[in-house]
Nanobody, 119 residues
Framework: QVHLVESGGGLVQAGGSLRLSCAAS????????MAWYRQAPGKERELVATIIKSGHTSYTNSVKGRFTISKDNDIHTVYLQMNSLKPEDTAAYYC?????????????WGQGTQVTVPG
């Protein structure tokens, strides 16, 4: 079992920056990929950025060049550095972790953190 706790959300003016953190605990040795998703009101949850075990990263087109996903394996934490924020980035941001251990694959989710960029 893996427990994820996000932090770092808030209200920021357009053009500003925020850094989200996602701290993992529990069976962290079983974690393969981690990702950040977001969900705006009335919209489907969207994949924002992924970081796999090797450290390779990928991003949705709308955040490329503005957001950076990274991880600190020593403290089992994944970050999302968000720069040049836009009103359309407003959403609840969720951290996820994929585990594959003991012949059991599962995706774990955090509780979410709100990011608001006024228009």
């Amino acid at each position: 079992q893996v427990h994820l706790v996000e932090s770092g959300g808030g209200l920021v003016q357009a053009g500003g920056s925020l850094r989200l953190s996602c701290a993992a605990s529990g069976d962290t040795v079983c974690i393969s990929d981690m990702a950040w998703y977001r969900q705006a009101p009335g919209k489907e949850r969207e994949l924002v950025a992924t970081i796999i075990k090797s450290g390779h990263t990928s991003y949705t087109n709308s955040v490329k060049g503005r957001f950076t996903i990274s991880k600190d394996n020593d403290i089992h934490t994944v970050y999302l550095q968000m720069n040049s924020l836009k009103p359309e980035d407003t959403a609840a941001y969720y951290c996820s972790a994929d585990t594959d251990c003991h012949n059991f694959e599962h995706t774990w989710w955090g509780q979410g953190t709100q990011v608001t960029v006024p228009g």
